[in-house]
């Protein structure tokens, strides 16, 4: 089950680095212009979306399931909250995120591990015909691990076919718990209100402690 997880991890940094290389490709070969172009759509987009709540929350549910950050899209939402109301703000990122954590799973359970299943068979590689029986904890440590993204371990645990119910119950609280933190965190900036900077701040840096306490935990084990 670990190695299953390198190889997953390994390929989703792949991505993520091309990605990345692409990205300082287009800078290297547009120069300025291609800066100054990509600067103006990111303005565009941010205006769009922070004077359009429905739109706004829409990207939250969808984007990340074509590996884009989420990050800047709950940055935004920071900033819809700092003047619409943070509180309503999670609110909404909850509800997004459960969204996005119910159409990505089913997609990779279905549609995407038939046709990894049909691309494996040509290999040495397989994907697991059952649930592993150490899933469970697995989930906890990719979802509290920092640096993750979570659309990978959406995928990952999608493919791997955990039980959906115990997948949202892991998934939906610890996601939540650390987007209300970003969202609360960049509301406090935008708002001019350190009392939301202050508690995304900590929910941050406990869920980042918590992960690393959780990993720190798992290498005792496995010694």
């Given at each position: 089950m670990g190695r299953k997880l390198l190889w997953l991890t390994g390929g989703?940094?792949?991505?993520f680095a091309l990605l990345f290389g692409i990205y300082f490709i287009l800078l290297e070969?547009?120069?300025?212009?291609?800066?100054?172009?990509l600067e103006e759509l990111w303005e565009t987009t941010r205006n769009t979306l922070?004077?359009?709540g429905p739109l706004l929350f829409l990207a939250i549910a969808v984007l990340p399931g074509f590996i884009l950050p989420v990050a800047p899209l709950l940055g935004l939402a920071g900033l819809w909250g700092g003047e619409n109301g943070p509180w309503l703000s999670c609110l909404y990122c909850i509800l997004a995120l459960f969204a996005n954590l119910s159409w990505t799973y089913w997609l990779a359970c279905g549609p995407a591990r038939g046709l990894l299943g049909k691309l494996l068979a040509r290999t040495r590689f397989h994907l697991p015909?059952?649930?592993?029986?150490?899933?469970l904890e697995w989930a906890i440590i990719l979802r509290l691990t920092p640096g993750v993204p979570f659309i990978f371990s959406n995928y990952g645990l999608g493919?791997?076919?955990m039980p959906f119910t115990q997948y949202l119950l892991v998934s939906l609280p610890i996601l939540s718990f650390t987007g209300c933190g970003y969202v609360l965190a960049f509301a406090g900036i935008?708002?001019?209100?350190?009392?939301?900077?202050?508690?995304?701040a900590c929910i941050i840096g406990v869920t980042v402690l918590l992960g690393r306490f959780v990993l720190k935990r798992k290498r005792k084990c496995a010694d």
């Open positions: 989703v940094l792949a991505v070969i547009g120069g300025e212009s291609a800066r100054l172009k922070t004077h359009n015909e059952s649930t592993p029986d150490n899933m493919l791997l076919r935008f708002g001019g209100e350190w009392k939301y900077l202050w508690t995304g």
